[in-house]
């Protein structure tokens, strides 16, 4: 479990010199996850429903967010690429460390980017696919889940939730800014209680 001391100790030591490393995994392209020819001509809503249907059970996870949260997103994650969630578990919680490469993110173990920085392996990637953005409104989102016997897709689901409502929601999105620009300040616990945790 997470402590404050070690926290702020691992950030002054170890994130400053391995983050700008962090190796993107190349997406899959729209194309070959949906044929996007035999959908142009669907409303938004039924392009939603198609999208979240078709990812049920099968190892990844989905959303559809508006295209105007979508820039706010954007502009935000730009500003603050890094950031932390706290996942729930059945004893506690672990942590993940989240980078933004819009309009991808990449989430893996805290634990394992103490241990291996760079060479970390993502446990959940997210792609934002903006080819309906201004025909439809609508920005579609799929997370990929890269170790499912660590990260379920209900788990999954969960961190690409959390991912997005700190960065769109104002009050959230003090925290993001407190943990990029002012880490001395930043305070882990208050992540945590955002997210009605009990901290262990």
């Not at 962090?22 to 198609?50: C, G, H, Q």
């Not at 799929?142 to 990260?151: T, W, Y």
Request: proline share 4%; charged share 25%; glycine share 4%.
């Amino acid at each position: 479990m997470w402590r404050m001391a070690s926290w702020r100790a691992l950030w002054r030591r170890d994130f400053s010199q391995f983050a700008p490393g962090y190796t993107l995994i190349t997406p899959k392209s729209l194309n070959s996850i949906l044929k996007v020819e035999s959908v142009k001509n669907k409303s938004a809503d039924e392009l939603t429903f198609i999208w979240n249907q078709y990812h049920i059970g099968r190892g990844h996870v989905s959303a559809v967010m508006s295209t105007d949260f979508f820039k706010r997103f954007q502009e935000r994650a730009r500003e603050c690429p890094n950031f932390v969630l706290p996942l729930r578990k059945p004893k506690g919680y672990i942590s993940f460390f989240l980078q933004a490469q819009m309009p991808f993110l990449l989430l893996t173990s805290l634990e394992d980017y103490k241990l291996k920085g760079s060479n970390a392996a993502p446990y959940l990637t997210i792609a934002h696919y903006t080819d309906f953005a201004d025909s439809k409104g609508i920005v579609l989102v799929r997370g990929d889940i890269v170790f499912p016997s660590q990260l379920s897709d209900d788990e999954g689901n969960s961190l690409l939730k959390y991912a997005h409502s700190f960065y769109i929601r104002d009050d959230r999105y003090l925290l993001v800014k407190a943990f990029t620009h002012n880490s001395e300040d930043f305070n882990f616990k208050d992540v945590v209680r955002e997210l009605d945790y009990d901290y262990v």
